[in-house]
């Protein structure tokens, strides 16, 4: 009888540790739920085994099949990051970079024993942060750089970089302007080509119950759509044009980020977006035409989204006195250099 003891021990062992990992999988799957919200987002996986979560590009494992980081850099999310994230108890960084999260940060991430770092920046989380965070060690690093926390205490800005805020009305807030002179960002514009030349508009005519001329799309546009900025009633329309397109590709190499796998992977390419500039200058129908492998596409897509926070919105097109919609196609080249 006795000998058996040590196989009993064993057996209860095992079973024990494959419970642990089907909790793991459990709480990641509800995790990731939350973090999708309510938009549909079939390139993340519903994970079924613990084997499978290790082998995902967007997990990180250690030896005993523990999760210790999640790296779901763009991955158009669009929902919240919920509390349940802290029960993955041996996580030691979090990448949620360039998405489109709002709400508050949850509290319990600081009463993870092994956690180093949380980057968040680039999505739409708002204030405040949670007490437990406040008092981190020195240890754990914070980024919520580009997003829409309020937050007046200077030491817990440069602490968390709290940088470059944006509001509701997608205006930065002057302090976060001031406070981004003082910080000084890795910038990786020399890793981003535009392809300007290929950048093209046509015009999306709004179909009109009483008009019986045929709805085609106008071939020629009297006024294309305008990148804010460059309204100067001194200039002519072509000055306006080129100073428009120059005004937004400033704008692109200033946001537009590399994604941290597609770097890793060495994938380079082009990527292809379009978008509705509407009848108020704002931004519209927001989408993916073509993309290589790899994130880029989903960076392509968000720096097109983030137009629509930033003071000024577009110049709209205009035809026979009216303004109309106009679709607008974007050409990206990534190229590592």
Same mark, same amino acid.
């Given at each position: 009888?006795?000998?058996?003891? /040590?196989?009993? $021990?064993?057996?209860?062992?095992?079973?024990? +540790?494959?419970?642990?990992?089907?909790?793991? $999988?459990?709480?990641?799957?509800?995790?990731?739920?939350?973090?999708? &919200?309510?938009?549909?987002? /079939?390139?993340? /996986?519903?994970?079924?085994?613990?084997? #499978?979560?290790?082998?995902?590009?967007?997990?990180?494992?250690?030896?005993?099949?523990?999760?210790?980081?999640?790296?779901? #850099?763009?991955?158009?999310?669009? &929902?919240?990051? /919920?509390?349940?994230? +802290?029960?993955?108890?041996?996580?030691v960084h979090i990448n949620l970079e360039y998405n489109?999260?709002? &709400?508050?940060? %949850?509290?319990?991430?600081?009463?993870?024993?092994?956690?180093?770092?949380?980057? $968040?920046?680039?999505?739409?989380?708002? &204030? %405040?942060? %949670?007490?437990?965070?406040?008092? @981190? %060690?020195?240890?754990?690093? $914070?980024?919520? +750089?580009?997003?829409? @926390?309020?937050e007046d205490n200077k030491k817990l800005v440069r602490k968390m970089n709290i940088i470059d805020q944006v509001n509701l009305e997608g205006c930065r807030s002057p302090d976060s302007i001031y406070l981004s002179k003082h910080k000084n960002l890795r910038r990786e514009w020399e890793e981003i080509v535009v392809d300007t030349a290929g950048i093209k508009s046509q015009e999306i005519q709004e179909e009109e119950s009483n008009n019986t001329e045929p709805q085609d799309s106008f071939k020629i546009i009297e006024t294309m759509p305008r990148f804010p900025g460059c309204e100067d009633d001194e200039l002519a329309d072509k000055e306006k044009n080129r100073c428009a397109q120059q005004k937004m590709l400033e704008f692109i190499y200033k946001n537009l980020k590399y994604p941290d796998f597609d770097k890793k992977l060495k994938i380079e390419g082009m990527v292809i977006t379009q978008f509705v500039v509407l009848e108020d200058g704002s931004i519209g129908d927001v989408t993916l035409v073509k993309s290589p492998r790899g994130r880029m596409g989903n960076s392509g897509l968000w720096i097109i989204n983030r137009m629509n926070y930033i003071c000024e919105k577009w110049t709209p097109g205009r035809q026979r006195g009216k303004n109309v919609k106009v679709l607008y196609t974007l050409p990206i080249k990534f190229k590592l250099q």
């Open positions: 009888m006795f000998k058996t003891l /040590p196989l009993l $021990v064993l057996c209860l062992c095992a079973c024990s +540790s494959l419970l642990a990992q089907d909790n793991q $999988v459990a709480i990641l799957n509800q995790v990731i739920a939350d973090l999708i &919200g309510k938009q549909d987002n /079939p390139d993340i /996986p519903t994970y079924e085994s613990m084997k #499978q979560v290790c082998r995902s590009t967007y997990i990180s494992c250690n030896k005993k099949k523990k999760i210790v980081g999640l790296n779901f #850099q763009f991955s158009n999310f669009n &929902g919240r990051i /919920p509390e349940a994230i +802290s029960q993955l108890e041996d996580l489109y999260l709002k &709400g508050p940060i %949850p509290s319990g991430l600081a009463k993870l024993q092994r956690f180093e770092k949380l980057s $968040v920046r680039g999505n739409f989380l708002t &204030g %405040p942060i %949670p007490e437990d965070l406040v008092s @981190i %060690p020195g240890r754990m690093e $914070v980024d919520l +750089s580009q997003n829409n @926390i309020k």
